[in-house]
């Protein structure tokens, strides 16, 4: 008889008591064919996935696997009906997400993640634990989301961490995932988190090498984060924008050079690499925009294309604030940043037209229109 259970994140969250953003089920003693005839859309590649045709939930047959090759993809599956819900469970990486429910509410754990959920404690399930490499990162990533909750890393589970971190499997994963696992953690409560758990499981290479400066000082990035997040709820910055912010300031502690080999071994979507290459470029010049003259400050102004596209420099701005409330707590930046946007405001609003209008053609509308643009930036120093 087919039978269904929430399993996963979904149930340690309910016991939490916290929001539950995507339910995954598990399907016991069904097949392929039943869930389809159902009405169930497939959707798995390796293994058997199928959407609930209403609720677009997730439901996966049971199954066990034996690793066969490197990576997080090395793996054969069986999907047999005879599979059971607690053989499906010991697959899993930790003992927190090793329970399930059933439709009437009760809890199957098997693995005793209760008591490591009470004990605020993550626990590998089993010795399988090894086989899979990316489960290094994704419990890196748990710190950055579950380290308010006052959870640890047990000892044993480190330890295996290590043995992974260590050994070549963590070059077997694929960048994307990489860069999802990451750019995920960047967005949680304490993102500092999960690049010390990455120290300590010896986990750097190969993903994080170029940037192991700041890797080894992450923590004192820990107010540059909070200021972030704090800047997000007050702000209108959305997500995308949060995460430029945030990969720029990881980089900060390390040589241009490096961050944009960095930027080349991970797709990251190209406004965060164009966050980064800018905040590298220009942080010292913003710090002291002070000491700038107009021509200084309109070739920087033009550098950053703030013509065509000014968001980015403004994003550039915020990495910048969060950087220094963290480092240089002491500099005053926002009224010279104000500055700044107004002579932003006032560049982009020289009419070319105008310009073209007076008769001036080829290279001289540039000359004229920069000239333009340079006297506007004189009127707001000379005014302050």
Request: include cysteine; hydrophobic fraction near 45%; glycine fraction near 4%.
């Amino acid at each position: 008889m087919m039978q269904t259970y929430l399993v996963g994140g979904a149930v340690r969250d309910k016991l939490l008591q916290r929001p539950i953003k995507d339910r995954d089920y598990v399907v016991v003693g069904g097949s392929a064919e039943e869930l389809a005839a159902l009405g169930y859309i497939p959707v798995g590649k390796d293994f058997p996935v199928f959407l609930h045709p209403d609720t677009r939930d997730e439901y996966a047959l049971a199954r066990v696997e034996r690793k066969i090759a490197k990576g997080y993809g090395g793996f054969s599956f069986c999907t047999d009906r005879t599979v059971t819900l607690e053989e499906d469970l010991s697959r899993r990486d930790l003992t927190i997400n090793a329970m399930a429910m059933d439709e009437q509410g009760n809890i199957i754990d098997p693995y005793h993640g209760q008591d490591d959920l009470a004990q605020r404690i993550f626990r590998h399930v089993s010795d399988a634990f090894v086989e899979d490499p990316l489960r290094v990162i994704r419990i890196a990533r748990f710190m950055a989301r579950y380290k308010e909750y006052g959870f640890s890393i047990a000892p044993e589970t480190l330890a295996l961490m290590q043995r992974i971190g260590q050994s070549d499997e963590l070059a077997a994963l694929a960048a994307p995932r990489v860069w999802q696992e990451t750019a995920r953690a960047l967005l949680e409560t304490q993102p500092t988190e999960y690049f010390k758990v990455l120290v300590q499981a010896d986990a750097i290479a190969p993903w994080f090498s170029d940037l192991a400066p700041s890797m080894q000082q992450i923590q004192t990035l820990a107010p540059a984060f909070t200021y972030l997040q704090e800047m997000a709820r007050a702000t209108d910055l959305d997500e995308s924008q949060q995460l430029a912010i945030a990969s720029a300031l990881l980089t900060l502690d390390c040589s241009p050079e490096a961050s944009a080999k960095w930027c080349q071994l991970l797709p990251l979507p190209n406004h965060v690499s164009d966050c980064i290459a800018l905040t590298q470029t220009h942080l010292q010049s913003l710090l002291d925009l002070e000491q700038l003259d107009a021509q200084q400050i309109l070739l920087l102004l033009l550098q950053c294309d703030v013509q065509r596209r000014p968001q980015r420099l403004r994003l550039t701005l915020q990495a910048i604030r969060c950087y220094a409330h963290a480092r240089l707590p002491q500099l005053n930046l926002e009224s010279r940043f104000v500055l700044l946007e107004n002579m932003i405001a006032a560049m982009v609003n020289v009419n070319v037209k105008d310009i073209i209008a007076q008769g001036y053609t080829g290279i001289e509308i540039k000359t004229q229109l920069q000239a333009a643009q340079l006297a506007q930036i004189n009127a707001l120093l000379h005014a302050k």
